[in-house]
């Protein structure tokens, strides 16, 4: 039985502006979601996905089937059954029914790239199912066009970096792995989730109201850059001064919230050299640069932090089994 | 016996982008400074000022007393001091000793405007003690060089507007008043305080070592002429969008806070329009539009804020008695 798991991410740099083709650092963390696939003879794709709240769930095994109850389904259901019918477009295989599996680490649209890892590690789990193997560019392509199917705009920098692992950065089309390795982060957690689809959408309609938010936006790009030159010299301050800065750009942008403010400032004031929201926002989870993980017991001390933890940078991407 | 008084201020745009030459928007609150000055003979200079916590203050009437005075006193003295020496400069009068009353319903370095309303007010009570009568033009112009004095660098806009009442528009040395009367103002304040001087400081050291720092102060040097527009046409929507986004690019320069952010959050939360920091940040006071006062429980609510009150904008500046 083909499985697949792909990590989640943290944005260092960039989220929103990337959507605009401005440069962003994602890196990979060691958070997974894992998808595993199976043929059945049914005429049913069943899916059993508890983390994600999903028990239990069969459709009909049908290209209309899967379509018509795309709009019917929780959030990741949607990336899932896009997943799928995505994926069985390159079957050549017959068979008549799937059941899959899906186990997840990762909180839920909170910013850890939950909706890129299950739409890549179910792209990948599923083709194999079908006998199809892409190569990872092709499954970081097809796993971005089910985020674009699902949310109507999506960058290409998370599903990219939930494939390939690790540091990258990824500006307009071009997508690249870079050679850090370690970074030393503490994740924040309010338990709570943004819809990048409205995120996104709001920062749009803020931009064409306001000429000026471009210039907001081509700041967090350079940031992106002097981010990577910080990166390359393993310069922790400045790393930690450009986070800071970046958050507060975001929250120019309208997506930052009271509880990751408030999980922020907990990080900040613990000593982090530096912290900020990571991904939509909205709500879901701040990461911190914090070398002796202080701003854990701060976090938790928080009205909003419901779970803190330390990440590892996972340097693996999407890893077959 | 000469009584001068001059208003604090709220910045609704603008603080920290105007000591570059962006233009600012601050207006004139209905809370003041007042400073009563008199003759004496008794070769003093004395100074009862309770609320800002100098009572039976006094040192040798002469220059040099008062120059050498300077560096050994708290801040909102080092203004006073700096004011009558500076005021001392036209007089032509003859006499030997001042007393000088100083009454205060402004919180201390918090962003509203009290170290520009004492030295607006002090400037103008000890000159008509000398028998000179500046014109408004004039004492804020001193006002301002007793600013530029203390902090090392100071906009015109606070000494500018707490001379003139209103609404003022300041961009570089041109200082207009608005044609506007009226905004239904919140504010919240910490008890806290920050330094001016650092904090313009700590952001003209990020503007060195970031480039594009520079942008940032742009955008908010666009949001004070949108804000003039939204307030010609009385669009509070628009107003509060923009005191939103200028507050999270003043975050984004480093000059908020945690219990700044939290106050922030408690008004836009309970219903206002936009909130943001006022002044030069680091602690102190917010400012929220919110016209149904909806955002005082909520603010006074919160573990930050230890007063929240609501204030009428100050037609009238300085007020000579």
Redesign the interface.
């Known amino acids: 039985m083909p499985s697949s798991s792909a990590p989640g991410k943290v944005y260092l740099f960039g989220e929103h502006a990337v959507v605009y083709g401005e440069p962003a650092v994602p890196c990979a963390i060691d958070r997974r979601i894992t998808v595993s696939c199976t043929k059945s003879n049914d005429n049913l794709i069943s899916i059993q996905a508890p983390q994600i709240g999903t028990n239990d769930f069969s459709i009909e095994f049908s290209e209309s089937s899967l379509k018509s109850n795309l709009s019917k389904v929780e959030p990741h259901l949607h990336y899932i059954l896009t997943a799928i019918g995505l994926s069985l477009n390159f079957s050549e295989t017959t068979f008549n029914g799937l059941e899959i599996v899906v186990e997840s680490d990762i909180p839920l649209g909170a910013g850890l790239g939950s909706s890129a890892a299950v739409s890549v590690a179910t792209v990948d789990a599923v083709s194999r199912t079908c006998d199809v193997i892409h190569p990872l560019e092709q499954i970081a392509t097809l796993a971005h066009e089910v985020e674009q199917t699902v949310q109507g705009r999506a960058s290409r920098a998370d599903t990219f970096c939930s494939t390939m692992g690790g540091f990258v950065c990824v500006e307009g089309k071009k997508c690249n792995k870079l050679p850090f390795s370690q970074l030393p982060l503490t994740i924040g957690y309010d338990g709570g989730f943004g819809s990048t689809k409205e995120l996104v959408s709001m920062v749009r309609t803020?931009k064409e109201?306001?000429?000026?938010?471009e210039?907001?936006i081509?700041?967090i790009g350079?940031?992106s850059k002097?981010g990577m030159v910080a990166l390359e010299n393993q310069n922790l301050a400045t790393i930690g001064?450009?986070m800071?800065?970046?958050?507060?750009?975001?929250?120019?942008?309208?997506v930052?919230?009271?509880s990751l403010?408030?999980m922020v400032?907990?990080a900040r004031?613990s000593g982090a050299f530096g912290a900020k929201l990571t991904g939509a926002g909205g709500s879901g989870c701040i990461v911190a640069l914090d070398p002796d993980m202080s701003s854990i017991p701060s976090l938790l001390s928080t009205d909003s932090c419901k779970s803190a933890f330390s990440v590892d940078i996972s340097e693996k991407g999407l890893i077959r089994k």
């Not at 800071?244 to 309208?254: F, M, R």
Request: hydrophobic letters at 35%.
């Open positions: 803020n109201n306001y000429e000026f938010i210039s907001i081509t700041s350079r940031i002097l001064d450009l800071n800065i970046n958050h507060g750009l975001l929250s120019s942008l309208g930052s919230s009271n403010d408030e400032w907990a004031n």
